[in-house]
């Protein structure tokens, strides 16, 4: 007893100084000035901004939302205001030699409400009337591109050298008003035509340009009329500028990783194993690293805890409302779908092909290249974004967000875990009958669509094995559930006996895969009924 005390005692100290000698992680720190002045962990870029910088004179960057698009781009400029005692002991130091301080003209579309009328307009105008002020600009009652290129002009005159400009999510006010404003969203295009379009005839007065952002709109005249702007997104040099690689797991981070074994009683290689399916694999080039999620990340070392923290941050608004509008079928996603590499670099609005959002939101990745077709094949990136794009995505998409506790998946993964179907039955019918339907007769290809995709999130969001349309022989199966104990076939129909679905399964023979499974199979056959709108009949065969 006196032993077990003290081996105790030796583990609680050892946590505690852990904990105490650990550097402060940079959680919710965007500035690069605050990160280093508060000694934040960092993870040096730095000499990847070098080369960005001295090998571009204009680029634009995607990557998804929470993954340091911001913090970049502020590093970026107090290199070039020329800070250099921020970088000291960095990469940087030892490459840049001259240090020369440039004017930088910043723009951070974050944080503002852009449905608003003149949301754009607003935050445009403070920075152009701030850069006036400071180089002296006479107010003259001009448009906001003329006013912007007479502020580059002057700024250029008055230091003798050229100007840098950055862009922070330019995205924003445009994915902001996509799906719910049109009108706002076509002024809010038009305002970057014209402001940001004359950087085209600024080149003698530009030293580098940057823009950021989730997405990249090709009908955006920064990429129509600013030719010159670079894209690096998919561009493998720049795979690693944002996020964050395993060698820095392994390297400046790894306390935390010994921190969160020592907390969870698990051992240092089990750590690194669920941090890899939790917050890994992110691709963004033909055959880079996979990065970590650096939000997700932080927050389990800070937490000690191996939570969904990208998805508790925010709801992606922008692509519910596109899933719904375009009617998708998400259990494409449940394996691996193909996009060209064109179809990845240029997103268009009215395009009905969401891959490519869902590519650049990041609910995608990089997971193959095919070189002869140019295509890329992706998937999810990690357990995190698998199941919680389902967990946060089903109550919207299902329009039931605003019903108490409308899923209570709990009860649904119990009789999944103890292999009571008709308790999986009850849980599907419950859940049907709170669903809403639109007025008038649908479209019966798009109520079967959404019959399926229900059980499908449903089944996903549990974190089971479950996969649709599974290939045999003689057919596909419509969806296959797997746990540690039991194997469930499932076979949908539509105003259709389920004896014929039970049928379907046996004669196709979906079956036999698992004819040597020591786990206990069903075969369940379900039929949907259209004037119901729920599930009729739901037949077992074991």
Known sequence: MESAFFRFRSVFFAIIFIMEELQQLPLGVQDFKKLREENKLYADKTS??????????????????????????????????????????????????DWIEYTVLYF???GQNYSEENGLNDIIENNLRTWEKEYGCDWISETAAVRFENVIKAASEKTGRRVVVLVDEYDKPLLDTMNDNAEIEEKNRAVFKGVFGVLK??????????????????????????????????????????GISDSEIEGEFFPYVKRLASVSGSSEQKVRDELRRMYDG????????????????????????????????????????????????????ASEVKASENELKDYRPENLNLIPLFYQSGYLTIKGWNQRQRSFSLAFPNAEVRYGFLNSLA???LHVEHKANP???????????????????????????????????????????????????????????????????????????????????????????????????????????????????FKIGVNFSSSERNIAEWEVSS
């Open 48 to 97: 990847l901004v070098y080369d960005l910088t001295h090998s571009n004179s204009a680029v634009f960057l995607s990557r998804p939302r929470r993954f340091g698009k911001s913090l970049l781009l502020s590093t970026i400029k107090y290199y070039f205001l020329g800070f250099r005692n921020l970088f000291a002991g960095l990469a940087i130091d030892g490459l840049e030699k």
């Open 108 to 110: 951070d579309f974050n």
């Open 201 to 242: 005839k600024m080149d003698a007065y530009l030293r580098f340009c940057m823009f950021t952002g989730v997405t990249k709109f090709s009908k955006v005249s920064i990429f129509s009329d600013l030719n010159q702007l670079t894209d690096i997104s998919l561009n493998e040099r720049y795979n690693n500028i944002c």
């Open 282 to 333: 992110y691709h963004f080039s033909k055959s880079g690293d996979g990065m970590y999620n650096p939000f997700s990340l932080f927050h389990c070392f800070d937490e000690n805890d191996f939570g969904s923290y990208w998805f508790e941050s925010a709801t992606p608004t922008f692509l519910i409302n596109k899933l719904n509008a375009c009617n998708y079928d998400i259990r494409s996603l």
């Open 395 to 397: 109550p919207s998409f």
């Open 407 to 521: 899923f209570n998946i709990d009860l649904l993964d119990d009789a999944v875990e103890s292999g009571d179907t008709d308790g999986m039955k009850k849980w599907f019918v419950s859940l049907f009958a709170i669903l809403p339907y639109s007025a008038g007769k649908e479209i019966e290809s798009v109520m079967e669509q959404n019959f399926q995709n229900v059980i499908f999130m449903a089944l996903t969001m549990m974190g089971k094995y479950a996969r649709t349309e599974v290939h045999s022989a003689k057919g596909r199966a419509d969806c296959i559930l797997e746990t540690a104990d039991y194997v469930y076939i499932f076979e949908f129909k539509r105003d259709v006996p389920a004896k014929m679905a039970l049928k379907q399964i046996e004669e196709q023979g979906y079956a036999k895969p698992y004819s040597a499974d020591n786990r206990t199979l």
